[in-house]
Protein backbone atom coordinates (compact mmCIF):
# COMPACT_ATOMS: atom_id res chain seq x y z
CA UNK A 1 0.00 0.00 0.00
CA UNK A 2 1.16 3.18 -0.82
CA UNK A 3 1.21 5.02 2.31
CA UNK A 4 4.71 3.36 3.07
CA UNK A 5 5.77 5.52 -0.32
CA UNK A 6 7.30 8.55 1.56
CA UNK A 7 10.57 9.67 1.74
CA UNK A 8 12.45 8.45 5.55
CA UNK A 9 15.05 11.50 4.88
CA UNK A 10 16.39 12.54 8.33
CA UNK A 11 17.86 15.32 8.79
CA UNK A 12 17.20 16.64 4.95
CA UNK A 13 16.07 20.36 4.52
CA UNK A 14 13.42 21.65 2.85
CA UNK A 15 13.58 23.96 0.10
CA UNK A 16 11.74 27.33 0.28
CA UNK A 17 10.91 27.33 -3.50
CA UNK A 18 10.76 24.01 -5.20
CA UNK A 19 8.88 22.83 -7.98
CA UNK A 20 6.11 20.85 -7.64
CA UNK A 21 5.90 18.09 -10.01
CA UNK A 22 3.21 16.50 -12.39
CA UNK A 23 1.56 13.43 -11.35
CA UNK A 24 -0.38 10.95 -12.96
CA UNK A 25 -3.81 9.45 -12.44
CA UNK A 26 -4.65 5.97 -11.93
CA UNK A 27 -6.26 4.36 -14.41
CA UNK A 28 -7.69 0.70 -14.58
CA UNK A 29 -6.25 -0.73 -17.97
CA UNK A 30 -3.87 -1.03 -20.69
CA UNK A 31 -5.19 0.42 -23.95
CA UNK A 32 -3.71 1.01 -27.42
CA UNK A 33 -3.81 4.71 -29.02
CA UNK A 34 -1.63 6.66 -31.45
CA UNK A 35 -1.73 9.83 -29.69
CA UNK A 36 -0.40 8.19 -27.13
CA UNK A 37 3.03 7.23 -25.28
CA UNK A 38 3.81 4.36 -22.35
CA UNK A 39 7.03 4.91 -20.33
CA UNK A 40 8.19 2.04 -17.39
CA UNK A 41 6.44 2.80 -14.07
CA UNK A 42 9.33 3.09 -11.79
CA UNK A 43 8.89 1.75 -8.15
CA UNK A 44 11.27 4.67 -6.54
CA UNK A 45 11.50 7.78 -5.56
CA UNK A 46 10.08 11.06 -7.84
CA UNK A 47 12.91 13.72 -7.83
CA UNK A 48 13.26 16.49 -9.39
CA UNK A 49 16.83 17.68 -10.75
CA UNK A 50 17.85 21.60 -11.26
CA UNK A 51 21.16 22.18 -13.08
CA UNK A 52 20.39 25.70 -13.81
CA UNK A 53 22.67 27.36 -11.54
CA UNK A 54 26.48 26.77 -10.24
CA UNK A 55 25.41 24.92 -7.48
CA UNK A 56 22.99 21.82 -8.27
CA UNK A 57 19.37 21.16 -6.45
CA UNK A 58 17.96 17.69 -5.81
CA UNK A 59 14.46 17.44 -4.19
CA UNK A 60 11.39 15.28 -3.94
CA UNK A 61 8.00 16.30 -5.28
CA UNK A 62 7.37 17.53 -1.34
CA UNK A 63 11.00 19.46 -1.69
CA UNK A 64 13.13 17.40 0.98
CA UNK A 65 16.37 17.89 -0.30
CA UNK A 66 18.31 14.74 -1.64
CA UNK A 67 22.16 16.18 -2.48
CA UNK A 68 23.27 14.08 0.64
CA UNK A 69 21.00 11.24 0.93
CA UNK A 70 21.42 10.35 -3.02
CA UNK A 71 24.81 11.32 -3.34
CA UNK A 72 26.15 8.87 -5.52
CA UNK A 73 23.45 10.15 -8.38
CA UNK A 74 23.83 13.84 -7.35
CA UNK A 75 27.86 13.76 -7.66
CA UNK A 76 27.09 12.45 -11.24
CA UNK A 77 25.82 15.87 -12.12
CA UNK A 78 29.04 17.34 -13.15
CA UNK A 79 28.83 15.47 -16.17
CA UNK A 80 26.41 17.27 -17.63
CA UNK A 81 27.01 19.75 -20.53
CA UNK A 82 23.57 21.84 -20.42
CA UNK A 83 22.11 24.07 -17.62
CA UNK A 84 18.66 22.06 -17.63
CA UNK A 85 16.06 20.97 -14.89
CA UNK A 86 14.69 17.48 -15.38
CA UNK A 87 12.37 15.32 -13.86
CA UNK A 88 12.71 12.07 -13.01
CA UNK A 89 12.70 8.83 -10.75
CA UNK A 90 15.41 7.44 -7.86
CA UNK A 91 15.47 3.44 -8.77
CA UNK A 92 16.97 0.95 -6.18
CA UNK A 93 17.72 -2.47 -7.34
CA UNK A 94 18.11 -5.77 -5.87
CA UNK A 95 20.76 -8.45 -6.41
CA UNK A 96 18.36 -9.83 -9.51
CA UNK A 97 18.59 -6.33 -11.24
CA UNK A 98 15.01 -5.71 -10.02
CA UNK A 99 13.67 -2.75 -8.92
CA UNK A 100 13.45 -2.63 -4.92
CA UNK A 101 11.30 0.04 -3.56
CA UNK A 102 12.20 -1.40 0.15
CA UNK A 103 15.86 -1.18 -0.45
CA UNK A 104 15.88 2.06 -1.87
CA UNK A 105 13.65 3.19 2.07
CA UNK A 106 16.64 0.93 3.50
CA UNK A 107 19.94 3.12 1.73
CA UNK A 108 21.47 4.37 4.87
CA UNK A 109 22.24 0.57 5.75
CA UNK A 110 23.24 -0.11 1.96
CA UNK A 111 25.59 2.95 0.83
CA UNK A 112 26.58 0.53 -1.86
CA UNK A 113 23.28 -0.16 -3.52
CA UNK A 114 22.70 -0.05 -6.59
CA UNK A 115 21.07 2.87 -8.12
CA UNK A 116 20.11 4.98 -11.12
CA UNK A 117 18.20 8.03 -11.96
CA UNK A 118 15.63 7.54 -14.25
CA UNK A 119 14.89 10.67 -16.41
CA UNK A 120 11.96 11.52 -18.30
CA UNK A 121 10.99 14.84 -18.63
CA UNK A 122 12.61 17.94 -19.51
CA UNK A 123 11.52 21.10 -17.79
CA UNK A 124 14.00 23.97 -18.84
CA UNK A 125 16.41 23.81 -20.81
CA UNK A 126 19.70 26.67 -21.53
CA UNK A 127 17.33 29.96 -20.14
CA UNK A 128 14.28 28.71 -21.52
CA UNK A 129 11.29 27.17 -20.30
CA UNK A 130 10.22 23.76 -21.97
CA UNK A 131 6.79 22.78 -19.96
CA UNK A 132 4.58 24.29 -22.61
CA UNK A 133 6.07 22.02 -25.37
CA UNK A 134 4.20 18.82 -26.27
CA UNK A 135 5.70 16.03 -24.45
CA UNK A 136 7.22 14.44 -27.23
CA UNK A 137 9.20 17.56 -28.42
CA UNK A 138 10.29 17.89 -24.58
CA UNK A 139 11.53 14.36 -24.84
CA UNK A 140 13.14 14.97 -28.56
CA UNK A 141 15.20 17.98 -26.73
CA UNK A 142 15.99 15.88 -22.86
CA UNK A 143 17.56 12.95 -25.34
CA UNK A 144 20.21 14.92 -27.68
CA UNK A 145 20.85 17.55 -24.14
CA UNK A 146 20.89 14.96 -21.51
CA UNK A 147 24.52 13.12 -21.24
CA UNK A 148 23.99 9.18 -19.66
CA UNK A 149 26.24 7.74 -17.24
CA UNK A 150 26.25 4.54 -15.44
CA UNK A 151 23.86 6.21 -12.84
CA UNK A 152 21.61 8.72 -15.12
CA UNK A 153 19.79 7.43 -17.65
CA UNK A 154 17.23 8.69 -19.96
CA UNK A 155 14.06 6.93 -19.65
CA UNK A 156 12.80 6.11 -23.14
CA UNK A 157 9.05 5.46 -23.83
CA UNK A 158 7.50 3.43 -27.17
CA UNK A 159 4.11 4.77 -28.75
CA UNK A 160 0.65 3.39 -29.57
CA UNK A 161 1.25 0.17 -28.74
CA UNK A 162 0.25 0.13 -24.56
CA UNK A 163 -1.35 -3.02 -24.36
CA UNK A 164 1.74 -4.90 -25.66
CA UNK A 165 4.35 -3.20 -23.62
CA UNK A 166 2.35 -3.58 -20.52
CA UNK A 167 2.30 -7.34 -20.93
CA UNK A 168 6.49 -6.84 -21.64
CA UNK A 169 6.19 -5.03 -18.02
CA UNK A 170 4.04 -7.43 -16.23
CA UNK A 171 6.95 -10.47 -17.75
CA UNK A 172 9.83 -8.29 -16.47
CA UNK A 173 7.54 -8.13 -13.12
CA UNK A 174 7.90 -4.53 -12.98
CA UNK A 175 5.34 -2.09 -11.02
CA UNK A 176 3.60 -0.87 -14.21
CA UNK A 177 3.42 1.72 -16.67
CA UNK A 178 2.56 5.48 -17.33
CA UNK A 179 0.57 6.38 -20.38
CA UNK A 180 1.26 9.98 -21.38
CA UNK A 181 -0.38 11.71 -24.27
CA UNK A 182 2.01 12.94 -26.69
CA UNK A 183 1.32 16.44 -27.27
CA UNK A 184 0.79 16.98 -23.60
CA UNK A 185 2.37 20.27 -22.04
CA UNK A 186 3.74 20.06 -18.87
CA UNK A 187 1.25 21.02 -15.92
CA UNK A 188 3.27 21.73 -12.44
CA UNK A 189 1.75 20.50 -9.12
CA UNK A 190 -1.36 18.92 -11.09
CA UNK A 191 -2.46 15.45 -11.17
CA UNK A 192 -3.87 15.29 -14.81
CA UNK A 193 -5.91 12.55 -16.96
CA UNK A 194 -3.23 13.67 -19.64
CA UNK A 195 -0.86 11.41 -17.54
CA UNK A 196 -2.17 7.56 -16.16
CA UNK A 197 -0.62 5.31 -14.13
CA UNK A 198 -1.79 1.74 -15.03
CA UNK A 199 -0.38 -0.64 -12.17
CA UNK A 200 -0.40 -4.77 -11.77
CA UNK A 201 -1.29 -4.38 -7.82
CA UNK A 202 -4.02 -2.00 -6.79
CA UNK A 203 -2.66 0.80 -4.19
CA UNK A 204 -4.05 3.49 -2.49
CA UNK A 205 -2.72 6.62 -0.86
CA UNK A 206 -3.57 7.45 2.92
CA UNK A 207 -2.60 9.99 5.61
CA UNK A 208 -0.83 8.66 8.44
CA UNK A 209 -2.57 9.65 11.60
CA UNK A 210 -0.89 8.27 14.63
CA UNK A 211 0.42 4.94 15.63
CA UNK A 212 -0.34 2.39 18.52
CA UNK A 213 1.89 0.92 20.92
CA UNK A 214 4.06 -2.04 20.26
CA UNK A 215 2.91 -5.24 22.02
CA UNK A 216 5.47 -7.97 22.90
CA UNK A 217 8.87 -7.98 22.18
CA UNK A 218 7.91 -5.72 19.33
CA UNK A 219 9.66 -2.06 18.99
CA UNK A 220 9.25 1.39 17.89
CA UNK A 221 5.34 0.96 17.24
CA UNK A 222 2.35 -1.41 16.50
CA UNK A 223 0.76 -0.47 13.71
CA UNK A 224 0.23 2.95 11.42
CA UNK A 225 -3.35 4.48 12.02
CA UNK A 226 -4.53 5.75 8.65
CA UNK A 227 -6.94 8.18 7.03
CA UNK A 228 -8.49 9.24 4.00
CA UNK A 229 -10.21 12.47 3.43
CA UNK A 230 -13.58 12.24 2.50
CA UNK A 231 -16.39 15.00 1.45
CA UNK A 232 -13.64 17.54 3.10
CA UNK A 233 -13.37 15.35 5.97
CA UNK A 234 -10.55 13.07 7.59
CA UNK A 235 -12.20 9.42 8.23
CA UNK A 236 -10.20 6.32 9.94
CA UNK A 237 -9.16 4.32 6.90
CA UNK A 238 -7.89 1.55 8.71
CA UNK A 239 -4.25 0.48 10.38
CA UNK A 240 -1.32 -1.36 9.55
CA UNK A 241 2.21 -2.65 11.21
CA UNK A 242 3.49 -4.96 8.15
CA UNK A 243 6.40 -4.39 5.77
CA UNK A 244 8.72 -3.00 8.70
CA UNK A 245 12.36 -4.08 9.71
CA UNK A 246 13.41 -3.18 12.78
CA UNK A 247 15.67 0.15 11.54
CA UNK A 248 12.88 1.43 9.37
CA UNK A 249 10.57 0.94 12.59
CA UNK A 250 12.80 3.14 14.48
CA UNK A 251 13.24 5.40 11.66
CA UNK A 252 9.83 5.82 10.95
CA UNK A 253 9.05 6.40 14.44
Known sequence: SSFRRF??????????????????????????HQDWVFEIKWDGYRAIADLSKKKPLFYSRNGISFLSKFSKISDDFENQRHKLIVDG????????????????????????????????????????????????????????????TDIIKYCDHIPEKGIDFFRQMREMQLEGMIAKKAESIYTENSRSTDWLKIKFTNTEEAV??????????????GALILGKFFKGKLIYAGHTGTGFNANSLKEIL
Open 208 to 221: ICGYTEPKGSRIGF
Open 7 to 32: NSLGDEKKLEHYIKPMLAKLSDKAFD
Open 89 to 148: EIVAYDENGKPSFQMLQQIGDNPDLALTYQVFDLLWLNGHSTEELPLIQRKELLKDALVE
